[in-house]
């Protein structure tokens, strides 16, 4: 289960940046199924909390305040992953390219880039895996 090269999951496109997420738990349904396909038990929340984090840098990124937070939180996310796997890059990309999956969400992604510009993110977040 740990890094499939080609998880078949049916990607939400509708026209929204937040797409579905039946649950509010921040993480688009689609997003969740991926987790479980390239993904251990183990590696699951740690994957979950990267997801969340790269979904809140689409939704939450008015500010560069906004972004340096969303910035933060990823970065801790993808330390935890890290900790919990070897083949964490790939998994972290995996996730990335399924959530910034049409026009509509690759502008939010760039606006969240540009929000970055100038800002001070240059400390690296220690790890913290949500449970």
Known sequence: MSSSPSPTVSLDRTPTV???DSTGAGIRDDIKVLVT???????QPALRQVAKAIQLSLVKNETQADAVAATNVLD??????AQK???YVNQSNTILSATVDTE?????LRKFEKALVGADVSE?????CDS
């Not at 801790?76 to 992953?81: D, F, H, P, R, W």
């Not at 690296?124 to 913290?128: E, L």
């Open 76 to 81: 801790s996310a993808l330390a935890c992953l």
């Open 104 to 108: 509509l969400r690759f502008n939010a």
């Open 124 to 128: 690296i977040a220690s790890p913290t």
């Open 18 to 20: 937040a797409g579905v």
């Open 37 to 43: 396909q390239i993904g251990t038990p183990e590696q």
């Open 85 to 87: 796997s070897p083949t």
